[in-house]
């Protein structure tokens, strides 16, 4: 497995370095933004490993980049920056996961597992049959009332109306579909959706939830991913009681 690592710090790149030659990957370096991009796009990586401040451009913009390029290759972003609004910065600049400095070598080896692992396999396959009637799998379509997502060429509609997605907001949807009427905590929507099962914020969850629900909602009725209080989220048609809205 090759991976390619954009980081200028050099205690960072040997410390990385060394820790993923261990357990037998192969990593590449480069030490700016402009030659990580250029690497990144002329050799093929199953994973690139990229740092927030870089000279010359800056990570979220090589993401950003990468992306316009059209490359789906998995990204792993790190950054000392720990705030919510970076992060969901740094997700929605494309990146896969996002971590925060200074972290064990062992977790770093975990979340490059989980995202290598997420790309083999593609999205995750149902954890069991539907069981709500009102949803229906047809040559890889999920629907629920007017709403549906296809599995095939992942885009969604409502009530006809195109949906445009992120990558990010597309897994969401889809953990949401594969499990209706059940109520879902942040935490698992975290290990399911990032493949995180580590101490990143929450709150990102809360964030993304709510990018989906305006996109779903936009001029739309009812309410179709629901919150219940205290507990996290679900997707069904309708309120199921007083704590649900």
Request: hydrophobic letters at 40%.
């Amino acid at each position: 497995m090759k991976i390619l690592l954009i980081e200028d710090e050099p205690s960072v790149v040997s410390v990385i370095t060394r820790g993923l030659q261990e357990v037998g990957y192969e990593v590449s370096v480069a030490l700016d933004g402009h030659s990580g991009y250029q690497m990144a796009t002329e050799h093929a990586f199953q994973l690139i490993i990229l740092d927030v401040m870089l000279p010359g451009i800056n990570g979220i913009e090589v993401c950003k980049r990468l992306r316009k390029h059209g490359l789906e290759t998995p990204i792993l972003m790190l950054t000392a920056l720990g705030t919510t609004e970076n992060i969901v910065m740094g997700l929605d600049s494309g990146a896969d996961d996002y971590m925060l400095k200074p972290f064990k070598q062992l977790e770093l080896q975990a979340r490059v597992r989980s995202l290598l692992r997420r790309n083999n396999n593609g999205p995750s396959p149902a954890p069991g049959p539907l069981q709500n009637p009102a949803i229906q799998a047809e040559t890889e379509v999920l629907r629920l009332a007017d709403l549906q997502l296809n599995l095939d060429t992942k885009s969604a509609q409502r009530n006809g109306r195109e949906i445009a997605l992120t990558a990010t907001e597309y897994r969401l949807l889809e953990y949401l579909f594969k499990n209706p009427r059940k109520v879902l905590s942040r935490m698992e929507i975290l290990e399911h959706v990032w493949g995180i099962d580590f101490n990143m914020n929450t709150k990102v969850v809360d964030v993304y939830i709510n990018y989906l629900r305006k996109k779903i909602n936009k001029n739309e009725s009812p309410e179709l991913i629901q919150t219940v209080v205290g507990l996290g989220y679900m997707l069904k048609e309708s309120k199921a009681d007083e704590n649900t809205h």
